[in-house]
């Protein structure tokens, strides 16, 4: 599985873009890149995913080089309920053998007023 | 539509002594995974069920054991516990439909602490 590194944790102010980006050199052919959101005592929500270029849904835009050894979660205008955790992931979900989410350690977004 | 859902929501157990977690999974899905998740951590894959059988397993002991239902409800069981097994432990529900997608629906877990 390819291994991914992200920040641990960013501060932001509320009405501005976050940007994370998370770095996956040995990303293989088939892998997707997905993001999920964990708040405290609470399962991880799926956020979006992708296999390149731009991904945009009414939460969140991946972007992703086409290189694909990073990619980058942008939240517009984030608010005080986007702190969080994000969890950057990489895997092929069509190889029924390794359906299972590999967690790292996440980037701890604090959201201030 | 009701989501993932866990019972209990907390459990307090002393060391040794055994424990089962329920989760039902999401409405039209069929397959069930279990995490941990210890403090500070991300969530740690324990083992998937599919078709009331044990599909994929992570790096855990085999004091760690499941079962799925044929209603696909799902179970997991500890036994002789230990100190460091106090953690969060989450369900997540997928389905045939998600296809090219990692994306699976947790319930709020359980949060195990053993004494």
């Known amino acids: 599985l390819a291994k991914t590194t992200q920040p641990i944790s960013m501060d932001s102010y509320e009405g501005q873009e976050v940007n994370i980006t998370c770095s996956h050199n040995n990303i293989a052919t088939n892998d997707y890149i997905t993001w999920y959101q964990q708040f405290p005592s609470q399962g991880p929500r799926f956020i979006i995913q992708g296999y390149k270029t731009k991904v945009t849904n009414e939460v969140a835009s991946l972007f992703i080089p086409a290189d694909r050894k990073s990619s980058t979660l942008s939240l517009p205008r984030v608010s005080l309920s986007d702190t969080a955790v994000y969890y950057c992931l990489v895997g092929d979900p069509m190889d029924t053998g390794r359906r299972a989410l590999t967690f790292g350690s996440g980037t701890r977004l604090q959201v201030q007023p | 539509d009701a989501g993932v859902t866990q019972s209990p929501t907390h459990l307090i157990k002393t060391r040794g002594q055994q424990v089962t977690l329920r989760c039902s999974p999401k409405?039209?899905?069929?397959?069930v995974s279990w995490y941990q998740q210890a403090l500070g951590q991300g969530p740690q894959f324990i083992f998937q069920y599919y078709e009331e059988e044990e599909r994929q397993r992570g790096n855990f002991p085999d004091r760690f054991s499941g079962h799925q239902f044929p209603n696909y409800s799902s179970e997991l069981n500890v036994n002789a516990l230990l100190l460091g097994d106090s953690a969060l432990y989450l369900c997540?529900?997928?389905?045939?439909?998600?296809?090219?997608?990692?994306?699976?629906?947790f319930g709020p877990g359980t949060r195990l602490t053993v004494t």
């Open positions: 409405s039209g899905h069929d397959t």
């Open positions: 997540a529900s997928s389905g045939a439909g998600t296809g090219h997608s990692y994306e699976q629906y």
